[in-house]
Nanobody, 115 residues
Framework: QVQLVESRGGLVQAGGSLRLSCTASGNIFSMHLMAWYRQAPGKQRELVAGIFTSGTTNYAASVKGRFTISRDNAKNTVYLQMNNLKIEDTAVYSC?????????WGQGTQVTVSS
């Protein structure tokens, strides 16, 4: 069983930066895909960014150019660097991992962006 533990989010002013981390209990190199999702109040959960084992990344259009996803296989950790945060980035951010046919989720962490 894989466990994903996210770092604490927080409150940040618009225009500020925040970095989230997600550490897996197992070897993330075996994870085909690791990603960050978010869900804002009253909205559906959406993919924010994903990174494949190959290093290929993809981003939601709303965060492209502001967010960067990366992975450190030696530390079994995936990061989400969020810059130039906007109020609309406020959401619960959750880490996701796909290994074969099995998927795993972190517990979620709140990110709040204030004006």
């Amino acid at each position: 069983q894989v466990q994903l533990v996210e770092s604490r989010g927080g409150l940040v002013q618009a225009g500020g930066s925040l970095r989230l981390s997600c550490t897996a209990s197992g070897n993330i190199f075996s994870m085909h895909l690791m990603a960050w999702y978010r869900q804002a109040p009253g909205k559906q959960r959406e993919l924010v960014a994903g990174i494949f084992t190959s290093g290929t990344t993809n981003y939601a259009a709303s965060v492209k150019g502001r967010f960067t996803i990366s992975r450190d296989n030696a530390k079994n950790t995936v990061y989400l660097q969020m810059n130039n945060l906007k109020i609309e980035d406020t959401a619960v951010y959750s880490c996701y991992a796909l290994k074969g046919a099995d998927s795993y989720w972190g517990q979620g962490t709140q990110v709040t962006v204030s004006s």
